[in-house]
């Protein structure tokens, strides 16, 4: 049987995506039976649907191993996040961001500081994960010695990370998707500023009121110079502590490769933990299998400073390779592409087009769990049609991004949300919902496309109004 003769309908393929869609929600959001075995059923109903159109097995098995292939850089990622944790907390590097954040930063407007501080380093890296893996942990600890809900935390973290994500110019997934959409660099990251940055003016002006409505409990218990004198007696809060994130900024932002960078600053934390702080090997080895275990005595500390190491990111990876397995069945079938041209059929005017191209974004997420398939796979199936009703395809490059790159973290078996889980202990069920960047860029992506602003048509002219925007 030939590959189109296996093309599932609209009807099997919407099945095939909604039914072990619901089952992962409803397991993980309804019975809170953690995601891995939703994910399994979610699978194997995947595979009949599959098995149905006429698909063998040893087809879906290759499906499944490619898609969990592609992650692997992910997996390793992770594992070298797990070490980079453990070893920075031992060098006093993670206590040190601590002490100093406690002490600099205004309780009330902790929040808004913690968004635009990973704004900042994820724009200068480039890369959401090692922005949440390192500044990220940091400001966690901040956040959870002042008292805040760590998913409040989590989300401004997320949120400040996936700006650089999209728009830093060294950015794997910014540099990809203006390839994919055959744009240069620079005019890719021009349009997505009209979306991404009033999102940007918004999210920070809410997590400043969020913050200012919200008395943290260090702050009404007073306890914070308890916890500034614990990280003091314990650790060497030197500045030269601080050698090993420094290093990563630099390397980052000179594009080193992802878990070569990671390792040398794994070597980088060891080194200060063996001079400054007169950690043993065995010590500094500990710390990068099974975490590091803070003995404070102060309950605060000690639950903040408790983390990291690679045996905490097991459970995470498990998580990770079966969410992408269940992504690969659906690839390999084809009903993730049959939903797509089913959005296209209806995309009748640019207000559509906008729409339809930031929800096949959102389906490739969901059902595949993977922010840079998320990206190419819209970005080849929308290119022709654009380029036919003559819109410049800078804008369909800022809706792809607008949508599959930031919005990765919000799906809670995606592999984004998986790291994140990994990292931080918080799931996507609770940190999204203050992810409010996240949420807000595909709202004014959208309403741009129906508004007819920053539309502009090949030549790069823009639209002159709603009249031109929606017409055929």
């Known amino acids: 049987m030939s590959n189109t003769e296996r093309k599932p309908s609209t009807l099997v393929a919407l099945l095939a995506f909604l039914i072990p869609v619901g089952i992962i929600l409803y397991g993980t959001a309804v019975l809170k039976i953690g995601a891995i075995l939703p994910l399994v059923i979610a699978t194997i109903i995947a595979c009949f649907f599959a098995a149905k159109v006429g698909y063998s097995w040893e087809e879906l098995e290759k499906g499944m191993i490619d898609s969990i292939s592609r992650v692997m850089v992910a997996v390793l990622i992770l594992i070298a996040v797990g070490m980079l944790i453990g070893v920075w907390i031992l060098a006093g590097t993670i206590p040190t961001i601590v002490y100093w954040g406690l002490t600099l930063i205004s309780p009330s407007t902790f929040l808004m500081t913690a968004f635009l501080l990973c704004v900042v380093a994820s724009t200068a890296t480039g890369t959401s994960f090692g922005t949440m893996g390192t500044v990220g942990v ?13 998913p409040m935390v989590v989300g401004a973290i997320v949120s400040g990370a996936y700006f650089g994500d999209k728009m830093s110019p060294v950015s794997d997934s910014t540099n990809i998707t203006a390839s994919v959409c055959e744009v240069p660099l620079f005019p890719h990251i021009a349009s997505m500023m009209w979306t991404t940055i009033p999102a940007a003016v918004v999210s920070a002006l809410i997590y400043l009121f969020l913050g200012m409505s919200y008395t943290p409990d260090a702050v009404a218990n007073n306890s914070i110079p308890a916890i500034l004198q614990a990280i003091t007696t314990k650790f060497n809060t030197s500045l030269l502590t601080l050698i090993p994130p420094v290093l990563l900024m630099v390397l980052a932002y000179r594009r080193y490769p992802a878990i070569p960078l990671l390792m040398v600053c794994v070597a980088a934390g060891a080194i200060v933990a063996w001079l400054l702080q007169g950690a043993a090997l065995k010590e500094i080895l500990g710390s990068m299998m099974a975490g590091y275990k803070s003995a404070t005595g102060l309950k605060q500390v000690d639950v903040l400073l408790s983390r990291g190491g690679i045996s905490s990111i097991m459970g995470t990876l498990v998580l990770l390779i079966t969410g992408v397995a269940f992504g690969g069945v659906l690839e390999k079938m084809r009903a993730l592409e049959v939903l797509i041209e089913a959005a296209l059929r209806w995309a009748h005017n640019t207000g559509r087009l906008i729409v339809s191209v930031v929800v096949s974004c959102y389906i490739i997420l ?54 994140i889980l990994g990292i931080f202990g918080v799931s996507a069920y609770e940190y999204a919902p203050y992810a409010i960047l996240n949420w807000l860029v595909p709202v004014f992506s959208i309403a741009f496309g129906y508004l007819g602003i920053a539309i502009w048509r090949t030549d790069g002219t823009p639209f002159r109004g709603k009249g031109d925007v929606h017409s055929s």
């Open 138 to 150: 940091a400001l966690l600890g901040v956040g959870q010695a002042l008292g805040y809900p760590l």
């Open 366 to 419: 969901m059902g595949t769990g993977s922010q840079m398939v998320a990206v190419i796979i819209p970005a080849r199936a929308f290119a022709q049609t654009f380029k036919d009703r003559g819109i410049n395809l800078t804008v369909l490059s800022r809706t792809c991004e607008d949508a599959g790159t930031i919005g990765c973290p919000l799906i809670p078996w995606s592999v984004h949300a998986f790291y």
